[in-house]
């Protein structure tokens, strides 16, 4: 599994410390908002030349380990019927 730490980074600086893919001023919600659009790997590769398959999949790897912490379940619960 890909170690998203060694692709997504948070600088001040950058995006006021969004997370972005180390290198580029792609944001990682960003990457989720195209890819829940139906935008496939190779889509996302061809558009967006400093994408790599790693830090494509470090995206993945967050959410996963978000998911893992329950980072995500406060908003879920927040929104519950």
């Keep these: ?3 998203w730490k ?3 980074v948070s600088d001040p ?3 006021i410390g969004k997370l972005i893919i180390k290198g580029t001023r792609l944001t990682v919600d ?3 908002e195209l890819l829940s659009q139906g935008w496939t790997e190779e ?3 061809t558009n967006y030349k400093a994408l790599t398959k790693d830090s494509l999949a470090s995206v993945f ?3 996963l380990e978000c998911m893992r ?7 879920l619960k927040s929104i519950a019927i």
Excluded: A, G, K, P
Excluded at 69 to 75: A, L, N, Q, S
């Design 43 to 45: 889509q996302l590769l």
């Design 13 to 15: 600086q950058i995006l």
């Design 30 to 32: 960003f990457i989720l």
């Design 6 to 8: 060694d692709f997504i």
């Design 1 to 3: 599994m890909t170690n």
């Design 61 to 63: 790897s967050f959410m």
């Design 69 to 75: 912490d329950e980072r995500v379940y406060d908003i």
